[in-house]
């Protein structure tokens, strides 16, 4: 049974048509039959501000000194997450292959840190942000997000916080059911897609 936090939270991702479904090509490579878009979530500042507020309780117990999120999912969540605890907040990009930290952003040496992201699925973009962060000093105290798609799996080796746990199918390239179909892929964000809300009010 779904927690009040967590039938609220699905309750504004379908509103607002966050709930995707087509085809996809996830950020770890593999594909999936759904997607969440969180921005058009965090798109309305009010929503963005308590769904921030929300997550920065069940954090809150971590007291961390400041908050870290990989640009660009989690650029929006983690400020409204980090003013909530009214501490800094910071933004990792990537850079190629690779995450960097720019823009004059820097760490004090034993400065503690959560990572906050929007979706978490393998978790990639939050264990190169928190590399980032260890090797300017700083010490990892937990991670957060709105979505977790882990399947249960924390990936991180540190306390890890969630509004909403979501399962949706994701196959592996070589078994994906849709490619075998024929149905064209699309990157996130790519172009529109027709939203779930219909297949989430029946399941």
């Not at 058009?40 to 971590?62: D, W, Y």
């Not at 983690?78 to 800094?88: C, F, I, K, T």
């Amino acid at each position: 049974m779904k927690s009040r936090i967590e039938d609220w939270v699905q309750s504004l991702l379908r509103e607002t048509g966050a709930l995707l479904e087509g085809h996809f090509q996830l950020s770890s490579g593999r594909h999936s039959a759904g997607y969440v878009q969180c921005a058009l979530l965090l798109q309305h500042p009010r929503l963005a501000r308590q769904v921030g507020e929300s997550l920065a309780e069940k954090l809150s117990h971590l007291s961390p000194e400041s908050v870290l999120a990989p640009a660009l999912g989690g650029l929006l969540i983690g400020h409204e997450v980090a003013a909530a605890l009214d501490v800094p907040f910071r933004f990792t990009e990537r850079i190629g292959e690779g995450m960097a930290l720019r823009r004059g952003f820097g760490f004090d040496s034993g400065e503690t840190v959560v990572v906050v992201e929007d979706v978490v699925t393998t978790g990639r973009s939050c264990l190169e942000a928190m590399s980032v962060a260890q090797e300017r000093g700083a010490e990892i105290l937990g991670a957060g997000s709105i979505l977790d798609r882990t399947g249960g799996v924390n990936p991180f080796g540190v306390p890890y916080e969630s509004l909403l746990a979501l399962s949706v199918d994701i196959y592996p390239i070589e078994t994906c059911p849709l490619c075998a179909a024929g149905d064209p892929v699309v990157k996130p964000g790519s172009r529109p897609a027709q939203s779930m809300v219909s297949r989430q009010a029946n399941s």
